[in-house]
C-alpha cells in the first residue's frame, strides 16, 4: 500500500491510499479520485508520506498478528474446555492430587496464583500457564 497527499484545484490537500503508484494513474485517468471537498478529479499527486505510510504498516500488521495469536488462544482454550475437567478454585489441590494419586489421565484446569503454579512446577507438576481469552473479545 502506498499513500499520496493530494491537493485538488480548489487548494484543499487530502491523503489517499493506493496499491501501487500504478493503480493511482490507473484511478487517476479514469477521474475516479475525487477531491472530498469539492468533488473535482482535477487532482494533483504531492509528497508521499514514507513515514505515516510504514508506520500505518507496521500497526496493521501488529493488528494482524494480535488477531492470530488471540485466535489461538481461542482455539486453546475451546480445547481445553472439551477435553478438561474444570476445577476452578481448587487447581492447585487438584493437579498435585493427579500428580501423587495418579488417578485420572484427564486433564484439569483452572485458577491458580503464580505462587501456586511456582510452587507446582517446583514440585515436578507440569502445568502451563495460557492467557484466558473472554469470547466476546475480537
Ligand atoms: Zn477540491
Known amino acids: 500500500m502506498i499513500k499520496y497527499n493530494l491537493t485538488c484545484k480548489c487548494g484543499e490537500k487530502f491523503e489517499s491510499w493506493f496499491l501501487n503508484s500504478a493503480e493511482f494513474d490507473s484511478l487517476y485517468k479514469k477521474k475516479i479520485i475525487k477531491c472530498i471537498h469539492c468533488d473535482s478529479s482535477v487532482i494533483k499527486k504531492s509528497v508521499m508520506a ?25 482455539d486453546f482454550r475451546k480445547y481445553i474446555e472439551k477435553n478438561c ?22 486433564g484439569i484446569y483452572g485458577k491458580a ?24 473479545e475480537n
Not at 475437567?85 to 484427564?106: L, P
Not at 505462587?115 to 473472554?134: K, S
Request: cysteine-free.
Open 50 to 74: 514514507p513515514n505515516v505510510s510504514s508506520k500505518s504498516n507496521k500497526i496493521s500488521k501488529k493488528t494482524k498478528v494480535e488477531k492470530n495469536i488471540k485466535k489461538q488462544l481461542l
Open 85 to 106: 475437567k474444570n476445577v476452578g478454585d481448587n487447581f492447585t489441590q487438584e493437579a498435585r492430587s493427579i500428580h501423587y494419586d495418579k488417578k485420572t489421565s484427564k
Open 113 to 136: 496464583t503464580l505462587e501456586e503454579t511456582a510452587e507446582l512446577i517446583d514440585e515436578g507438576i507440569e502445568v502451563a500457564t495460557i492467557p484466558w481469552i473472554e469470547k466476546s
